[in-house]
């Protein structure tokens, strides 16, 4: 399935010099173009966004599992450990 121009939106960003150099040496050392870098970069920072934000929410219902006793009722029962 291709992707038309509606699929996509134009983004305009503003970046230092010198980082701006680092992003063209690594396109061409992966020879691809800047939107296929960018767009894999936030992909990349996208999925480990939502990751940490998961992470998180875990630690919080540790907690609560570990404290909670109705949350804990039934491990006795089948006798394993939360963790």
Given at each position: ?83
């Amino acid at each position: 399935m291709s992707k038309t121009s509606h699929d996509y939106e134009r983004v305009t960003i503003s970046l230092p010099s010198e980082i701006s150099r680092d992003i063209d040496e690594m396109k061409k050392e992966l020879n691809i173009s800047k939107s296929e870098l960018f767009k894999t970069a936030f992909e990349i920072f996208l999925r480990e966004h939502r990751k940490q934000k998961i992470r998180k929410i875990a630690e919080r219902m540790t907690k609560d599992y570990e404290t909670d006793k109705e949350l804990t009722a039934f491990t006795a029962l089948d006798s394993e450990d939360f963790r």
